[in-house]
C-alpha cells in the first residue's frame, strides 16, 4: 500500500525531533517524489540539511518552501536563519523584515526579533538592534543574551545612560554573575569616568563570583590611570591584581597564559626585563610554571623586610577584607594557594605540618597536566614581540633577532613590520654595514604598502622611526606632520632627542 505524503511528513519531522537525521531526510526525499512542490516536505529537508551543517542544500529547500507558500511568515524566518547560519546577514535581515511583515506564528515572533537585533548589532546598526531587541523582550520576556546585546548597542550608539540602565538590570537578575558590571565598568571607561569605573569594580569585587575577566578589567582600569598621570605605582597594582587572580579563580590553562602575558606587558612598560621574561618564559610554560609555584610578582620587598607578627586587629581587618570580596570557598582556595607556594619556597617547613587524612575534592591549585593550552598564531606572534621588546631593553641583539626573524615571516602585517624593523635595527646596533642598505630598502617596501593604502598609520610610524634612526630629521618632521597632533607630540620629541645625540 502506498504510504500518503502526509504520513511522511509526519514521520520526517518525528525522525528529525527524535535526532535521526539522516532517516528525517530520506523521508522527505520521499514525499518530494510524491508531491516535488509540497511546502512542508521542502521544510522537512532543509531542517534536516541545516542539522547536517548543509547550509546550501538547506537554503534551496527553504527557498522552495517559501515560494509555494508565500503567505506563511515562518517559512521567510526558516530561510532567514538559513542566511544567519551561514553567514550572509544581510539576506537573513531582507527574509526577517518579510516574515515580520507577514506574521509569524507566536512561538517564532520572539527568536525572530532577538535574531534580528543580534544582526543589526554584529552590522553596527545599533539604534536598530535596539528596536528589535526591545520588541523580543516584550514578546519572551527577559533574556540575559538579549539584555547584554541591547546594553552594548546602547552604549556604541552614544547613550550611555541606558546602557548602565541596562547592565544594572542584568546585575538585579543575576547579581552573582560579573557580566552586567563588566558591560558598566566599560561604557564607564569609555567615558573615561575613571573614579566611577573603580567603584564599579568594588562593586563586582563584593557582590560577583570571581573570574578571569574581573582581574583583566582591573589590569585595563589601572593601566588607564597610568595614561592618564604616568605615575607608575599603578602599574604594580595591576600586577598585583594579576596575582590576586591566578590565586583566586580556578585555574584554567589559557588563561594564566593570558595572566602571564599581561604580567609580561607591564613589566616591559616598567622596562623590567627580567621579570617580562620569567612571565614570557611562563607564558610558553604555563603547567610547570603554574604548579610549580611561579609568581609574576617580584618579591624583593618580603626578601629585605624582617618579618613581623602583625597584631590581632591588623588580622581581622585583612581577614574581613578578603571574606567581603571573595567569600568563604574563595578564602580557602587562596589559603590552600598561600600555603602550598611557603612550602615549595621553604621544604623544611614540612616537618613542623599536622598531617591531613587525604578527601577526594578536587584539587584547585593545580593544572591538569594533560590539558595543553592553545596558542593561536595571533598569541603565539604576540609572544614574540613581547621577547623583541624584552630583549631590546637590555639591547641584546642576539636574542632580537632569533624573534624578530620569526616575525619578519609573518602574514600578519603588523608583526611583519614589527620584526623587520627590529631585525635591521639590530644588524645597525651591532655596526653591520649594510644595515642603511637594509634600510632603504625597508624604507621601499613601506612606501609601496603606503601607496596601497595611505591612510596606514602603522606605515608611517616605521618610516618615521626608520628616518630618525638614518638621522634623516627633516624628513622624519615632514612626515610626523600627517600624523593627529596627539600622535604627533611624542614622535617630534624623539625626533628632538635623537637630534642632540640622545637614544631615540
Known sequence: MEISIDVLIADSRLAFVQGRYNESLKLADEALKVDENNSDAHQCAGNAYMSKQDYDNAIEHYKIAVENDADNGDRYFNL????????????????????DEIGCSPNVVGQLYKIMGMLCFDLHRYNDAIINLIKSEKVVGIDMDVLQRKALSYSMSGQTSNGIEVANQMKLLAPTEYLGYRIAFNILLQEERLEEAEKELDRAERFAKPVKELFFDWVAYENARYELDGDKEHLYLAIDKIFEGLCVVEPEVNSIVDSYINAAEIYIQLENSNMALKCINAAENPINSFNEGFSVKQLTELETKPVVKPGQREIDIAVETVRRKYGEQKIERYGREMAAKARRNSPDLEKNMTPIAQNHESDYSKLDVDVNPVYSQEKTEHIYRLYVAAYTIVKDNEHIKVYASKLANSSDPQSKYIGKYSLIKALKDEGYP???????????????????????????TFRIQCHIDLGEFEEAEKLADLLSDEMRKPILEQ???AQSGGEA
Open 80 to 99: 532567514g536563519y538559513a542566511y544567519a547560519t551561514s553567514n550572509q546577514p544581510v539576506k537573513a535581515l531582507e527574509m526577517f523584515a518579510k516574515a
Open 434 to 460: 649594510k644595515a642603511d642598505e637594509e634600510y632603504r630598502d625597508f624604507l621601499t617596501y613601506l612606501r609601496n604598502e603606503m601607496i596601497k593604502d595611505p591612510t596606514d598609520l602603522l606605515v608611517l
Open 495 to 497: 625626533i628632538k632627542t
